[in-house]
């Protein structure tokens, strides 16, 4: 039986066109998250015989494969979740306030978090995160999946920036895929997630 399993799209494979066309989601959540998936229930796996070998010889790849195919993981189930065909718009409550008062406002939140997803080297995503030991949220990135992003946060909105994503809608044209992303963002969803981050008491303290 298998730790990580693959999560239905909550919506068709056409239903975020014109933003992002059917094929590439096709592509994205049966081949690209799957893989994520099944390279993290292999990990585990040979992690599994490694204990019962004794033998970590090679147990720095293996870590580093969990490492990757888990954030892969991760980030893949938030992002599905962050897009609606209903989405779009602005965020309203708590979550518009939050923004106002981190980032000046929805417009310079926009700005910082599209600029960051764009300027990500290669491969990786822009994140709206929430930290829990400043108890506020930032615009962070990540290399690959989890490279160059700090720890003790959790995903409010992620936005895959590998090629996989956009190319063959695209092509190399990035910057016109974060635009538009923000047509289909799912607002209620992001809420949802920043009041629960907020409230979680992650790290046992407040150590400011
Ligand atoms: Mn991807």
Redesign the pocket.
């Known amino acids: 039986m298998s730790t990580y399993e693959l999560p239905d799209l909550p919506y068709d494979y056409a239903a975020l066109e014109p933003a992002i066309d059917q094929r590439i989601m096709e592509l ?1 959540h049966d081949k ?2 799957q893989g994520y998936v099944d390279g993290a229930n292999a990990a585990l796996d040979t992690l599994e015989q490694m204990r019962e070998n004794g033998d970590y010889g090679d147990i720095k790849g293996v870590e580093r494969n969990l490492a990757f195919n888990l954030s ?1 993981h991760v ?2 189930t938030v ?1 599905w979740e962050n897009m609606s065909p209903d989405g779009g718009g602005e965020p309203g409550g708590e979550l518009a306030d939050a923004l106002d008062e981190h980032f000046g406002g929805f417009d310079q939140f926009k700005s910082h978090f599209s600029a960051a997803a764009k300027g990500v080297e290669g491969s990786g995503w822009g994140f709206l995160v929430y930290d829990h030991v400043a108890d506020k949220p930032l615009v962070t990135v990540a290399e690959n999946h989890q490279n160059q992003t700090p720890q003790g946060v959790t995903p409010l909105l992620v936005l ?1 920036v ?1 090629e ?2 956009y190319y063959l809608q695209y092509e190399n044209g990035r910057g016109e895929y974060v635009d538009s992303f923000w047509d289909v963002v799912n607002w209620d969803d992001v809420a949802q997630r920043y009041d629960q981050a907020k409230n979680a008491d992650v790290l046992g303290q407040h150590s400011h």
Do not use: S
Request: aromatic share 18%; glycine share 10%.
């Open positions: 994205h690209h998250h892969g980030n893949h992002f895959d590998w996989h994503a």
